[in-house]
């Protein structure tokens, strides 16, 4: 199968869309009569360097790629996916026939307007280390206000925060062992992080107003790494929440290799995201990841079939409380986890427990788990036995005990039967 991407901001260059403008004139025309000017000086020629603007570098990437994309129907095969990093994703949509043209450089323009506005922000990719890593050092170093905005390869995370947090911590990654850079992104904001929250609220309202038609073939949301449902105000909502949260481009493309795809092409004017691909599909032929491919899995297999498809983008860390789950689906969570897995687990394991991440590292911690999801897993080296129970006078506590030791029983519950038989 194969699947065309599209690239976002920080691929503009001078002179891209060079030759199509030519072919496809009405495409140019209408750019021109929705933006007030003409679009194809301002790829061709960057007058006063605005492409490096955010309200000019978005319409003209999405206008670029729409070329692209119509060169394509006309020279290639057709796509069985599209997928988009970013701003590229209003582009995957427009070509699955989410919107026409016009409406989607319209979306385009506002959402490049608003995010403009949010100012003293910036961007940096970290190159080298696991996303671990970068957590941790973000918290070691108290980076409060920066956070990952782009999941973009196993071993690539662009960071976004403030322009003074970034060059601060700057000099801190530059020692972690591995580190291989500390690169500047080319956007004018904090973008895909809580400060868009304002952008995000006001972009929500136009999209309440915009006509969302079926796709006719299947898109990748950046948010959740799955494809857009058949519902218009999903579609909506995702594209809003796009502003504010990270870009999971390795979820993404994970998500289309496991489906089938073994063909991917790049429209645009870059080859950025081809070479993320190369690293990610790399990534997964010469190991594993057991505790991502475990989280997904309890997303995929024990809570979508409790709380629909809304599990699917639920964020790894994010408590279960968010989703109102109570002491019955709890119980149920881990039948299903027990029957999924193959081993029994407690609902108290579930309640504990209480994320997708959390779940899936204490999961791995348990022998039994660890050699079913990942078997090369080294056996742990076995606790000693535990000490034989006492046994009482009273029969009646020492049946209340041995519940207790086999778990049928919480130690609660255990104290307050031992003590209304006192």
Excluded at 10 to 34: H, S
Excluded at 57 to 73: F, G
Aim: charged share 25%; hydrophobic share 40%.
């Amino acid at each position: 199968m194969r699947c065309y991407v599209f690239p976002g901001q920080g691929t503009q260059k001078k002179r891209m869309g060079r030759g199509l403008f030519e072919r496809f004139p009405d495409l140019r025309a209408r750019a021109d009569r929705l933006l007030g000017y003409s679009i194809e000086e301002l790829c061709l020629e960057n007058p006063e360097r605005r492409l490096s603007e955010t309200v000019y570098a978005q319409p003209a990437i999405y206008v670029v790629n729409a070329l692209h994309w119509s060169a394509a129907r006309e020279d290639l095969p057709p796509a069985d996916f599209f997928a988009g990093h970013s701003l590229g994703e209003y582009s995957a949509l427009f070509a699955a026939g989410a919107f026409d043209f016009d409406t989607g450089l319209t979306l385009v323009r506002r959402r490049a307007e608003l995010m403009s506005q949010v100012t003293g922000g910036a961007m940096a990719a970290v190159v080298g280390v696991s996303e671990q890593v970068v957590e941790e050092t973000l918290k070691r170093h108290d980076a409060t206000g920066v956070v990952i905005a782009n999941h973009n390869a196993p071993e690539q995370f662009v960071l976004s925060g403030s322009r003074e947090e970034l060059a601060r911590i700057k000099p801190v990654f530059e020692k972690v062992e591995g580190v291989r850079g500390f690169v500047p992104v080319r956007v004018s904001g904090p973008f895909h992080a809580p400060a868009m929250a304002p952008a995000a609220d006001r972009f929500r309202d136009l999209l309440a107003s915009v006509d969302v038609g079926g796709l006719r073939t299947p898109v990748i949301s950046n948010v959740t790494g799955r494809p857009f449902g058949p519902d218009a105000r999903e579609v909506r909502e995702l594209l809003a929440e796009q502003i504010v949260k990270p870009v999971r481009w390795t979820d993404c493309i994970r998500y289309l290799r496991a489906a089938g795809v073994s063909a991917f092409t790049e429209l645009g004017e870059s080859k950025v995201l081809t070479s993320l691909i190369d690293r990610i599909t790399t990534a997964q032929e010469t190991g594993p990841d057991p505790r991502r491919d475990l989280i997904e899995r309890i997303k995929r297999e024990i809570l979508q079939p409790e709380i629909g498809d809304e599990a699917l983008g639920f964020d790894d860390d994010a408590s279960f409380r968010q989703l109102g789950l109570n002491s019955i689906i709890y119980v149920r969570l881990a039948r299903r986890a027990g029957t999924v897995l193959g081993v029994p687990i407690k609902p108290d394991i579930i309640f504990q427990h209480r994320s997708c991440a959390a779940l899936a590292d204490h999961l791995l911690t348990c022998d039994d788990i660890a050699r079913a999801v990942a078997p090369d897993t080294p056996a742990a080296v076995p606790e000693p036995p535990p000490a034989p129970l006492r046994e009482y006078q009273d029969e009646r506590v020492t049946a209340l005990l041995r519940e207790c030791a086999s778990g049928t029983l919480g130690v609660d519950r255990t104290i307050e039967a031992i003590r209304a038989l006192a």
